[in-house]
């Protein structure tokens, strides 16, 4: 079984600019997280899809992250325009229901 | 505001030995615990979950949980150098996949030859 799989690994853009951020479930799993980790701190939750309905997004920091899931498959995070506190590796986590969560390897987003 | 604690570390422990890692958290609310292996540029890893209180072994690792004094530990035995990585503490509202996860800094451990 495939796990999570996240593009790109690496981002580096210019402050202003957009980025987007993919995110491939493990198959057949309906709840998909986002979270990230600044330096220093310890990895926060975004936002959380049950199929492609926004089940919470409470952790979402400001209107400039848009994030999708079309037809409830893979999950797409929008940074527009992005500011330099927004560096930081952006982890994707999927899960079955009553299951525990298993996570990407992240993508690192670095503003300049 | 959750609040999950853990030691930075590192934690230095010889192979063979017993590695101790601990957790506080603070909300009491907190019904699912789990703990993630995470090496450098690698996505968190599941290594134990336990929703009860008591302790839950599965091979070399045995979470332990006291929901009344909100501590969750995991003892690993017989350490390897294999298993030297930062152990993340993450805590859930309920005991179900729709709940989001409230993660700790991290203890790295470092298991020497």
């Known amino acids: 079984e495939a796990g999570v799989t996240q593009f790109p690994s690496h981002s580096v853009i210019e402050k202003g600019q957009t980025v987007t951020l993919r995110c491939d479930p493990i198959s057949g799993h309906d709840n998909l997280y986002w979270y990230r980790r600044v330096m220093g701190k310890e990895i926060k939750f975004l936002l959380h899809f049950v199929k492609e309905s926004k089940q919470d997004e409470s952790g979402m920091p400001n209107n400039r992250f848009l994030a999708e899931r079309t037809g409830g498959t893979y999950s797409t995070l929008k940074v527009q325009p992005a500011e330099l506190e927004d560096s930081g590796v952006y982890f994707c986590?999927?899960?079955?229901?009553?299951?525990?969560?298993?996570f990407g390897d992240g993508t690192r987003l670095s503003i300049l | 505001q959750k609040e999950v604690e853990q030691n930075s570390g590192p934690l230095s422990v010889p192979e063979g030995a017993i590695a101790s890692l601990n957790c506080t958290y603070s909300?009491?609310?907190?019904?699912?615990f789990f703990w993630y292996r995470q090496y450098s540029g690698k996505s968190p890893e599941l290594i134990m979950f336990?929703?009860?209180?008591g302790d839950k072994e599965d091979g070399r690792f045995t979470a332990q949980l006291n929901k009344a004094s909100q501590y969750v530990s995991l003892l690993i035995r017989d350490s390897q150098p294999s298993d030297s990585a930062t152990y993340l503490c993450?805590?859930?509202?309920?005991?179900?996949?729709?709940?989001?996860?409230?993660f700790g800094k991290g203890t790295m451990l470092l298991v020497s030859p």
């Open positions: 986590a999927s899960s079955r229901q009553d299951q525990p969560q298993h």
């Open positions: 993450a805590v859930g509202g309920d005991g179900s996949g729709y709940s989001t996860l409230t």
């Open positions: 909300d009491r609310g907190s019904q699912s």
């Open positions: 336990i929703y009860s209180n």
